[in-house]
């Protein structure tokens, strides 16, 4: 195991029921409470009405900052940043999915800081060392592992930049992960959360060390996990044991447990962020078409992970393979697993047209050092024409 430090400062609750038996302890000192919630289906499932029942009947203000998009924008964590400002507002609950818990991360930094929140803490990294508005969040869509991190994607829309940055400050102080919550999230939804999540632990397990390591031990046990829930949930999406499953093992992927030790690699992230400044297309779906391409790119590179990703996680026999042929069948198992799910398999299928500017595209993609050979631009335009 290479040296690390490890820090994580959420507190979570977890199972049925959790979210009326711990709100109103955990929102107890606040007065002003700004509600942050995304389109609306919270108003559909019955989450909105039990959340505010509780936080009236403990006398609390309740400001709502709602409509918050898939890609959160930069205009839209100003926005919440000043309903906070304008009402004083001492917690921020954020209920919902990865994009409402990033965009409420950052409306935790931005309000409580007079500079310019894109410039100092997006654009490059920043050093918090002031109090950031005090965050809590109610998941009901599982996939990024968002509530146990200070990560936090955001897209600006004028120089078309989407990009993340964890800072531990941004942590929310507790999460409430009730399962049953996340019924009555639509298939493709599942499945789509399912998998950003794999593809989260595979960033991280195909990267050095290569050598045996507590984190990759975790991160393959994790992946056969993800797999059968997924499975699982395709088949019945009201299991609530693969759902439950699918909910803590998003969390697993993104608390940084797994990342200990760890170089990472999330190069095909930083390409499906890009896509995504530009066409606004699904994130986990957007990764679903990547993940194939990028490995088979980066696969004779990294062969002994491969290999060890095909026999441990999608159990193909190694006998009568070599190495490299082994790696390749993991990759191959990973794109029929993608196809049995009936998720996407190219870019047109995402909405990507031939008009789409790809190379401007790939020429402002984050170039990452931590995987299997650092790319060139002209590598990630092949890769996404090989996707189209």
């Not at 100003?78 to 994009?99: C, K, T, Y």
């Not at 996939?143 to 942590?171: F, H, M, W």
């Not at 009936?342 to 993609?365: H, Q």
Request: hydrophobic share 40%; with cysteine; glycine share 10%.
């Amino acid at each position: 195991m290479n040296n690390f430090v490890f820090e994580n400062s959420t507190k979570v609750y977890f199972g049925k029921g959790c979210v009326a038996e711990n709100l109103p302890a955990l929102t107890a000192a606040a007065r002003t409470i700004l509600l942050a919630y995304g389109g609306g289906s919270i108003k559909k499932n019955g989450v909105y009405d039990e959340i505010t029942a509780i936080l009236r009947s403990t006398g609390k203000q309740v400001v709502e900052f709602d409509r918050i998009m898939p890609n959160p924008t930069y205009e839209k964590v100003l926005e919440g940043a000043a309903l906070v400002r304008e009402n004083q507002a001492d917690l921020i609950l954020a209920v919902g999915g990865g994009s409402v818990m990033d965009c409420c991360k950052a409306v935790s930094l931005a309000a409580a800081y007079d500079g310019d929140v894109w410039r100092d803490f997006w654009a490059k990294p920043g050093i918090i060392d002031f109090q950031t508005v005090p965050l809590g969040v109610v998941v009901t869509v599982s996939g990024t592992g968002s509530e146990c991190n200070g990560g936090a994607v955001i897209t600006n829309q004028k120089v078309k930049v989407k990009t993340g940055r964890d800072y531990p400050a941004l942590n929310a102080r507790f999460a409430l992960l009730d399962p049953a919550y996340t019924l009555s999230v639509p298939r493709t939804q599942i499945l789509s959360g399912g998998f950003d999540t794999l593809s989260h632990i595979m960033e991280i397990y195909f990267s050095p060390p290569d050598t045996e390591n507590v984190s990759d031990d975790l991160a393959e046990a994790l992946m056969r996990g993800v797999i059968r829930d997924l499975r699982a949930a395709a088949r019945d999406p009201r299991d609530y044991a693969a759902r439950s499953n699918l909910m803590w093992e998003a969390t697993m992927a993104e608390n940084r447990v797994l990342k200990l030790g760890k170089q990472t690699d999330f190069q095909a992230h930083m390409m499906e962020h890009q896509l995504g400044a530009y066409t606004d297309c699904n994130h986990g779906l957007g990764l679903a078409v990547l993940h194939p391409a990028y490995y088979r790119h980066i696969c004779e590179k990294g062969t002994v992970k491969f290999a060890r990703f095909a026999a441990r996680v999608w159990g193909i026999d190694p006998v009568g393979r070599s190495e490299a042929e082994l790696a390749r069948a993991g990759v191959e198992a990973l794109a029929d697993f993608i196809r049995e799910l009936g998720l996407p398999a190219t870019l047109r299928e995402l909405g990507v047209r031939s008009e789409t500017p790809l190379k401007e595209i790939a020429d402002s993609v984050p170039l990452t050092p931590g995987g299997y050979g650092k790319l060139t631009h002209a590598e990630v335009l092949n890769i996404f024409k090989a996707c189209y």
